[in-house]
C-alpha cells in the first residue's frame, strides 16, 4: 500500500524468467480523486461553521491533500482554532500579492499546518488582491491538486461568497448550532437559497448541527425528518468538551464519537474521498 492508501495496476510485462512463470504486475499509487470546493456556512450566527470546517478538512486529509480557506469577511479565526503543528506568518492576501513575483514563496510557505495533515490559509481584514475572489482561491488551490473546504462565517447570503456559490458544483454545507430558534432561521436560509438556486443545489447541500452544549437539544431528528427529500443528509455533531473549552484544536484529542461524527460527514460530502475512520466502533 503507498501513501494514499490505494493503488492501481500501471502496466503488465511478461516474465522474463523461468518459463511459465506468469506475468509481472508493476503497481503504482493512485492518486485520490479530486473534490470541487466545499462551502462551509451558518444559517445563523454562532453556528459553529469554523469548527466544522476543522473537522471536515481533517477528516478528509488522509486521503485528499485539503486546505481549509478562511473566507469570512473580516478574517475570523480559522488558523488560531486549528493550526496546532505550524501556525504561518503569511496571510492568503500576503500570498496572492506576492504570487505575481519571481521570488514569491511556494504556497506550502504560506499554509499552516495541522497535527492531522490539512492545510491552513488565513485572512486578514483588507481586501483580496488583483481582483482575485474565493472562487478564484480555490481554483488555484484545486490546479494545485488540493481540495478547498471554505469557511464561509454565518452568512450564506454574504457578496463575497457568490462566486463561488455561482460555480455550478460547490457542495453547500449549512452549520446550525443545536437550538431550536436556529432550526427556525434554517427554514428561511433554505427557501432562500431554493429560490435562487433551485431544488438541485438544495438537494445536494448537506446540514450540520453542532451541540456546544452538554445538555443543548436534540433536534437533528426532527430537522432529518422535516427536509428528507429537499436536502441530502443531516449530520449531527456531538458535544466534545475539547471543542467547547476555545483553544487550539488537535484532532486526535477529540472524543471517538466527535472523530467519527466528522468522518461521517467527509464520507456525505466527499464521496469520491477515500478518507476512512480508523476509529474503534
Not at 473534490?35 to 476543522?54: F, H, K, M, N, R
Not at 504570487?99 to 506550502?108: R, Y
Not at 484529542?253 to 476512512?276: F, G, I, N
Amino acid at each position: 500500500m503507498g501513501a494514499d492508501g490505494e493503488w492501481v495496476v500501471a502496466g503488465v510485462h511478461p516474465a522474463t524468467a523461468a518459463p511459465n512463470g506468469g506475468s509481472i504486475v508493476y503497481l503504482a499509487p493512485k492518486a485520490p480523486a479530486r473534490v470541487p470546493p466545499v462551502l462551509v456556512v451558518g444559517a445563523c450566527g454562532g453556528s459553529g461553521a469554523t469548527v466544522t470546517t476543522l473537522g471536515l478538512v481533517s477528516a478528509l486529509a488522509s486521503a485528499q491533500r485539503v486546505v481549509a480557506l478562511d473566507a469570512t469577511v473580516a478574517g475570523g479565526d480559522l488558523a488560531t482554532r486549528g493550526a496546532d503543528r505550524r501556525l504561518a506568518c503569511c496571510s492568503v492576501q500576503a500570498w496572492l500579492a506576492a504570487s505575481s513575483a519571481s521570488t514569491a514563496a511556494p504556497l506550502s510557505e504560506a499554509l499552516s499546518l495541522t497535527s492531522s495533515g490539512a492545510g491552513l490559509l488565513w485572512r486578514d481584514p483588507s481586501p483580496l488582491p488583483h481582483r482575485a475572489t474565493t472562487a478564484t482561491i480555490c481554483d488555484r488551490l484545486l490546479s494545485a491538486g488540493m481540495t478547498s473546504v471554505v469557511d464561509g462565517g454565518s452568512s450564506v447570503a454574504a457578496r463575497h461568497l457568490r462566486p463561488l456559490l455561482d460555480q455550478p458544483d460547490v457542495r453547500l454545507v449549512l452549520t446550525i448550532p443545536a437550538r431550536r430558534d436556529a432550526t427556525n432561521r434554517l427554514r428561511w436560509t433554505l427557501q432562500q437559497l431554493d429560490a435562487e438556486f433551485g431544488g438541485e443545489f438544495i438537494g445536494s447541500s448537506v446540514l450540520v448541527v453542532s451541540h456546544q452544549h452538554p445538555d443543548s437539544a436534540s433536534v437533528a431528528q426532527p430537522l432529518s425528518n422535516l427536509y428528507r427529500g429537499w436536502v441530502r443528509a443531516v449530520c449531527e455533531i456531538p458535544y466534545d468538551a475539547h471543542l467547547a473549552d476555545g483553544r487550539t484544536i488537535t484532532y486526535d484529542h477529540l472524543q471517538p464519537r466527535t472523530r467519527r461524527a466528522y468522518a461521517d460527514l467527509a464520507a456525505v460530502v466527499a464521496p469520491e474521498s477515500a478518507a476512512k475512520s480508523t476509529d474503534s466502533t
